[in-house]
């Protein structure tokens, strides 16, 4: 294995009191702000054993098996991972106020202590948490330890394509606080959570201020467009508030409102877009995705969000700008974001750059039957021939509990990132890791958020529902079934050029190898002039494997360390120009 960076890796360990320093909120912003990554201790340990002292120092929000924390060591099922710092002095107790904690992700369980007393437990290795840890903070200085154990792919608990046998497809696991931990002081009575939904045809906006106890809040909404209009609202209760002469929010203009809420001293400010998504058909009756009432092609690209350097981490804010801007200056105006919770600044900026979003939700489940979820799995379905996912031992969900934890974490995922105007579709299932219970699960998304589309099983294990008949295709002769749903082509290509300047492995994995880029490019202009020959017949979504490479999978747009493009750029865009409906 040769160690790669990325032109970002020398700038972090130069800078520890700078890492990933960006406010981590952006849809709902506080002048109070302090963050806590930087150098930690940390030491490692055997289940029921707590550290007598910490022999090391870790660079948080990196996981120690990432280069950049430092550490390079595997957490393996059996240990824990410690982690120890000082609160700044900053953080102290005043009367009428409350320090809150907050964690973006840490993988998997996570036990954390403030003063040597149990302050917040969490379990899931990919959403945010946090905890008011006014109570336990003291005069002179003020101890933070965090405790984490991570099963990776021994248990049922959602995982991704973290293995800890790294291989092909699936990729290095990774564990422990991946993602910024901050702190923020405020008042007693404060907003707790904003929900916002436009209601594209009514030209409205709807609102709710959540907050511990119902009272009166101050809603003011304005743009560049837009003079402020100030509205008084009662809490934990939807209103609308009218968009006059309201800008429609698309990739190719991607028109931002301002929002601030002020609940007695509490202050926050946030923002949010007109734009609608919706299934319908076209004139000549062919089923297509709409945007704001109109067919809209969606050219997509596959994304793992892995880094050489930091793994599940991006070494800074501008290495997650990059691979936005670059998608969109080739053309694309959609990436599918594969089994994966980015930070939310990542949705932030597809926001703001004009990006659609295709969220995966995370897999778990026990190890799936190869055979069955894979080979059988493809035969049947190019012969359309649908297999049932109720086979739960089959497909690694025998576990009642994991089963509850994967429908838990599906609908705190839909309420995380509810308010990001570029998600426009929930990916549920992939290629029948670890699914089950589509169809219900399908209705609880939609009940949960009726704005936005479900892909209910991506790939194969399809089950008749959500709006997409949604196909991966590698190996084959494109073909495409007559029905009422979207035809969507989720993964396909791969096509794979080994740079081996620029890659970790000599080990290779992908689905058809070229010697160089020109022999690259061609085959890529071949493929894509086959797919757009179906946009007439039906086609409305495409989704390219890969944006990059990852460790052994060299299928990328880019090469793992984001220097090389490997397929021309001029044939890139030609294609994404070519596809669009009418």
Known sequence: MKKLKTRWSDQVPQNPDQVLCEYPRPSMRRESYVNLNGYWDYEITGRGKRPQSFAGQILVPFSPEAPLSGVERHLHPRQVLWYRRDLPEEVKRKSGMRWLLHFGAVDQFAAVYVNRRLAAKHLGGYLPFSADVTEFLKEGGNELVVGVCDFTDR??????????????????????????????????????????????????????????????????????????????????????????????????????????????????????????ISAGADQDGVPRPFLNNKPYFQKGVLDQGYWPDGLYTAPCDEALLFDIREMKRLGFNMIRKHIKIEPERWYYHCDRLGMLVWQDMVCGGRPYKRWYVTYLATALEKLNIRMTDRTYGLLGRKDKKGREQFAA?????????????????????????????????????????????????????????????SIHNYFFKFRFWQEKRIQALTEFGGYCWHCREHSMYAKVYGYRLYRNREELSRGYDGLLEEVASHIPEGLSVTVYTQLSDVEEEVNGLYTYDREILKIEEDIVKKWNEVCRIG
């Open 409 to 469: 974490e599906m609908l705190e995922t839909i309420r995380r990132l509810g308010n990001h105007p570029s998600i426009v579709t929930w990916v549920l299932f992939n290629e029948g890791w670890g699914q089950f219970d589509a169809k219900e699960l399908t209705a609880a998304a939609r009940e949960e958020d009726p704005y936005r589309l479900v892909d209910q099983a991506s790939g194969w294990f399809d089950q008749g529902g959500g709006d997409f008949r």
């Open 155 to 276: 248990s049922y608990y959602s995982r991704g394509k973290q293995k800890l046998a790294r291989s092909g497809m699936f990729y290095t696991a990774q564990s422990g606080i991946w993602q910024t931990v901050w702190m923020e002081e405020v008042p007693d009575a404060h907003v707790e959570e904003l929900r916002i939904t436009p209601v594209f045809d009514e030209e409205e906006v709807e609102i709710t201020v959540c907050s511990g106890a119902a009272q009166k809040a101050a809603v003011t909404v304005w743009s560049g467009e837009m003079q402020p209009r100030t509205v008084e609202v009662q809490t934990n209760e939807p209103f609308r508030i009218p968009v006059c002469r309201m800008h429609a929010w698309t990739p190719e203009d991607p028109f931002l409102y301002s929002l601030r809420v002020t609940l007695d001293r509490d202050c926050v400010e946030s923002y949010f877009a007109m734009r609608k």
